[in-house]
């Protein structure tokens, strides 16, 4: 790993941690908060890829999990991994990396519409399919009542999406970081 790899994934961090502090909007049905965060998780893995991208996550809740308070709403330390979010905590690293892997993968034909598909895969499909299994089971309730309890935060994760794959694209035409797949 070079000294540009080490700073892109620091970088990273920093703006997931820097997309906390956009307020969190609570929903008063579920306690976890709609955020920022997922956004630079999108960015993470679509602008790094699948290596560097998911290291920046693992990066930043490392110090989440060290007790520096860098998610929404100020919160940080080991106990935010026993919380309702935990599953999409865990489920950060796994999507950056699944986007970053794609965006690699299908770098030659990236465009907007598939730079948004990707960020939808990894970022809402993948993410969710992490977290609410895990927030149902610290709720004790079923899947499918956590399942329509995450139905409220799709419209904000669908533009999210969209920012990330515009951003996507418009650094794979800039400054293109990303090496493609074979």
């Known amino acids: 790993m ?20 956009f307020p969190p909007i609570t929903l008063p049905v579920v306690a976890v908060p709609i955020t920022a965060q997922s956004l630079g998780v999108m960015l993470a893995g679509g602008v790094l890829g699948a290596k560097r991208g ?11 999990a060290i007790g520096l308070p860098l998610l ?6 080991l106990g935010v991994f026993f919380g309702p979010t935990a599953g999409y905590l865990v489920g950060w690293v796994v999507a950056a990396f699944v986007i970053g892997y794609l965006t690699e993968k299908l770098w030659n034909r990236l465009n907007y519409i598939l730079a948004f598909l990707i960020c939808i895969c990894g970022g809402v499909v993948l993410l969710y399919a992490i977290g609410i299994p895990w927030s149902a089971y610290v709720a004790k309730v079923t899947i499918a009542a956590a399942f329509a309890g995450s139905m409220p935060f799709i419209p904000g994760d669908i533009i999210k999406a969209l920012i990330a794959a515009a951003v996507m694209v418009t650094v794979k035409r800039s400054y293109p970081i990303i090496t493609p797949r074979k």
């Open 2 to 21: 070079q000294t540009r790899d080490v700073v892109f994934i620091a970088l990273f961090a920093a703006i997931i941690a820097a997309l906390a502090v």
């Open 54 to 64: 998911g290291l920046a996550v693992i990066l930043h809740l490392v110090l989440v």
């Open 72 to 77: 929404s709403g100020g919160r940080g330390g």
